[in-house]
């Protein structure tokens, strides 16, 4: 890691200009982040004492300190001691879907946000998620900007060629971002889905149908594969193949005969291919890790879900490890190969992308994602390369790289400030003093208030 002097700052940045010191900005609505040290994540520095000005919800300058003095109308926050980095992306989120009411909801778009999360990615979409989508843009709902998937494409939903056919073409018509694929799936329907995708301009990500098979679907051109789903299967030896009944969770005993050496052929096929991989490695380092179901439906973010949910999440986990081909000697086979395939495919592959499958087993959304960075840590990531994840890599997924997922001028003010610096530990993305959404200001103090409320709901419950 580096920390520039300004001198060599202006040398290696050329998107940061200087005007002359001691001069006023314009008496203009915006917010100044003072003497803030920013992580602009277009490489891995540490720009010190800068102040960083927002307007009209972008990025409008940054500027040594000493060179910015704020109009009357400036609101200044104090940055000294502090670290400005990009809002990340929770790329495996999952939004309710309306019941009686939006509270619950909106109640999951300020987790998110509570942690830093300034994009979401719904892989499970609705009709309403269309609306919600355009509420949070207007600034209705306070939420992160959303993408959404369609409706469940499965087994069961298009279970005939003529069927995938009009589910896309109604998909994409209806204004959803991309397909959520799900198990299932029959290869000639899954090969029907994908040209029809393509003849009409719409993606597809998610899970890897078994029939369909890893080498298939990253040929397909997944836009991501979600859970380094097939990816073990993939490395199964052909005669020594495991059935789809036999295959267990997520490949949990194809991991026990998985050839590593095959690793990198699949990772050369995802440069070749251009197919985002999103790890989703919190889901397998909680729900099926041999972790007391009790000791983390006890952790403290487990306080903003319905009693309900957290006792339905012991159960699941009570149930996995049941299961009889379950053990602790194949848990930490099948671990250790997934942490092998998310650092080769960091390395070597075309990009991972940040998402932790939330809400999910003992997967509380916003909260979520803190426990997937570390899970990437462990898998072998530098801590730059983790929120690299989530902030710069999302942009470029999504063909919008320059816009969001930086702290650079022209940028969406989509920001998170620190305590201390998540490049010397990642664990540090944790200490958030504030967040900022598309220019929206959000302080620990509304962040602490808005938790409360939903901490003193699910407190009543029985």
């Not at 991972?352 to 899970?375: R, T």
């Not at 540090?428 to 962040?447: A, H, P, S, T």
Request: hydrophobic letters at 40%.
């Amino acid at each position: 890691m580096k920390r520039l002097s300004l001198l060599s700052l202006i040398v290696l940045t050329t998107w940061i200009y200087s005007c002359q010191p001691g001069s006023t900005e314009e008496d203009v609505e915006q917010i100044i982040f003072e003497n803030v040290n920013v992580i602009p994540m277009t490489s891995e520095i540490v720009l010190e004492g800068q102040s960083v000005v927002i307007r009209g919800g972008k990025i409008y300058r940054i500027a040594a300190a000493a060179d910015v003095t704020g109009g009357s109308k400036s609101t200044v926050i104090e940055g000294k001691g502090k670290y400005l980095v990009p809002g990340i992306s929770e790329m495996h989120a999952h939004i309710p879907q309306p019941g009686p009411g939006r509270d619950r909801v909106r109640e999951t778009l300020l987790l998110y946000l509570s942690n830093g999360i300034t994009t979401i990615r719904g892989m499970l979409g609705h009709p309403s998620h269309l609306e919600l989508k355009k509420d949070v843009l207007s600034g209705t709902v306070l939420g992160p900007t959303i993408y959404t998937s369609s409706p469940s494409m499965n087994g069961n939903s298009i279970p005939t060629k003529e069927k995938a056919d009009s589910s896309v073409r109604a998909h994409q018509a209806a204004g959803y971002d991309f397909l959520k694929v799900h198990p299932g799936i029959k290869l000639d329907v899954f090969n029907v889905m994908v040209a029809t995708a393509n003849e009409v301009g719409i993606g597809y990500s998610g899970h890897v149908p078994f029939k369909v098979g890893i080498k298939r679907a990253i040929e397909s051109k997944f836009g991501s594969v979600d859970h380094v789903d097939g990816f073990i299967e993939g490395i199964v030896p052909d005669d020594q193949r495991l059935s789809e009944a036999e295959n267990g969770f997520f490949g949990f005993n194809s991991a026990q005969i998985g050839d590593e050496g095959m690793i990198s052929y699949l990772v050369n096929m995802t440069v070749e291919h251009k197919v985002w991989v999103v790890p989703t490695q919190s889901l397998f380092d909680r729900w099926a890790s041999p972790e007391d179901s009790e000791i983390l439906g006890a952790q403290p973010e487990m306080k903003y879900m319905p009693k309900s949910q957290v006792e339905t999440w012991k159960n699941n986990k009570k149930d996995f490890l049941s299961q009889d081909y379950f053990s602790v000697k194949k848990y930490e086979k099948f671990n250790g190969l997934r942490k092998k395939i998310i650092k080769a495919l960091n390395e070597n592959g075309h990009g991972l992308l940040l998402g932790s499958d939330a809400p999910q087993v003992f997967n509380v959304p916003g909260f979520s994602i803190q426990h997937e960075m570390k899970g990437m840590a462990d898998a072998g990531l530098s801590a730059f390369d983790v929120i690299k994840s989530g902030t710069v890599n999302v942009a470029k997924f999504f063909g919008k790289e320059g816009e969001f997922g930086v702290v650079r001028e022209g940028a969406t003010a989509d920001l998170i400030l620190l305590n201390a610096n998540p490049l010397d530990d990642i664990s540090n993305m944790k200490e958030i003093d504030g967040v900022m959404v598309r220019g929206q200001w959000l302080d620990r103090q509304f962040l602490d208030s808005e938790l409360g409320k939903i901490a003193t709901k699910y407190a009543a419950d029985k």
